[in-house]
Antibody
Framework: EVQLLESGGGLVQPGGSLRLSCAAS????????MSWVRQAPGKGLEWVSG????????YYAGSVKGRFTISRDNSKNTLYLQMNSLRADDTAVYYC????????????WGQGTLVTVSS | DIQMTQSPSTLSASVGDRVTITCRAS??????LAWYQQKPGKAPKLLIYKASSLESGVPSRFSGSGSGTEFTLTISSLQPDDFATYYC???????????FGQGTKVEIK
């Protein structure tokens, strides 16, 4: 059974940093691209960042480019999102999501972790 | 950037109704479009991929169509479990813009 378990969310002050983790199990993690998607309270889904299966390629939404860094450790079956220079509008539930084969749509999602940026 | 636009934003319907949601891309994405269903407090669930392919386990009352820039999600006979928010997503390419549409909330009439 595919499982994605996010952790690392919490309350952080504006300008601060946070690192999210997503522990994957139930599939060959190293064979699939992965992404982070967020959802601000009461708002829609926003794709944040994606990474290819071998970590050779990373992609970012314009709203986080230069502030967030996606990475993965295939030996630990774990996806990361390093978030720096956090702003109030980064407040959201952050989901990790597994791409279907060939960097297709997201066929599995974690339960999400809440990041709140506030003083 | 590829922009995704859904309509309507909200839809009121009754059990048994046929429901159609539209998604438009700002440029051609061929058939690289997915539809998701999300219920409050839950992660999204993949319903349709490649514009018209039904994800395993999804009821056959859901169907998708379209190509290029215009796509539709149809629920042939709305069931109580279908009241939720639906999102389209293009996966033709990663884009600095949002790859998701803004969502369509299907409410009970």
């Amino acid at each position: 059974e595919v499982q994605l378990l996010e952790s690392g969310g919490g309350l952080v002050q504006p300008g601060g940093s946070l690192r999210l983790s997503c522990a994957a199990s139930g599939f060959t993690f190293s064979s699939y691209a992965m992404s982070w998607v967020r959802q601000a309270p009461g708002k829609g889904l926003e794709w944040v960042s994606g990474i290819s299966d071998g970590s050779g390629s990373t992609y970012y939404a314009g709203s986080v480019k230069g502030r967030f860094t996606i990475s993965r450790d295939n030996s630990k079956n774990t996806l990361y999102l390093q978030m720096n220079s956090l702003r109030a509008d980064d407040t959201a539930v952050y989901y990790c999501a597994k791409d279907s084969p060939g960097m297709g749509p997201f066929d599995y999602w974690g339960q999400g972790t809440l990041v709140t940026v506030s003083s | 950037d590829i922009q995704m636009t859904q309509s309507p934003s909200t839809l009121s319907a009754s059990v048994g109704d046929r429901v159609t949601i539209t998604c438009r891309a700002s440029q051609s994405i061929s058939g690289w479009l997915a539809w998701y269903q999300q219920k409050p407090g839950k992660a999204p669930k993949l319903l349709i991929y490649k514009a018209s392919s039904l994800e395993s386990g999804v009821p056959s009352r859901f169907s998708g169509s379209g190509s290029g820039t215009e796509f539709t999600l149809t629920i042939s006979s709305l069931q109580p479990d279908d009241f939720a928010t639906y999102y389209c997503q293009q996966y033709n390419s990663y884009s600095p813009g949002n790859t998701f549409g803004q969502g369509t909330k299907v409410e009970i009439k």
